[in-house]
């Protein structure tokens, strides 16, 4: 059996993604801080930074928790999507 990369396995996973955003980022408190560590170390990449400012999308997060643990900031207002909605991980 072939040996799967992250990505590769990452790849397979389906989101059905909710209208509503189940984490929300305080943009105050988000822009004076110096670490970025969320755009680091988001394993989805849901963090970009442009400009030197930080744009989030929701879309295709993992659900692991990571930026609201990280976030020095306490900017990430953090919940799981609504029942159904969200990612559906695929193992095979
Ligand atoms: S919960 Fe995990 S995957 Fe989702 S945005 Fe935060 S760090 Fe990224």
Known sequence: ??????????QRNVWDVGKKPHIEINMDACGSCESK?????CPAGCYTVVDGKVLFS?????E???CRTVC???AVKWSYPRSGKGVYYRFT
């Open 58 to 62: 929701y879309e295709g997060c993992l």
């Open 64 to 66: 692991c928790g990571t």
């Open 37 to 41: 560590l969320c755009v680091k170390l």
């Open 1 to 10: 059996m072939k040996r799967l990369r992250i990505e590769e396995l990452l």
């Open 72 to 74: 020095p900031q306490g």
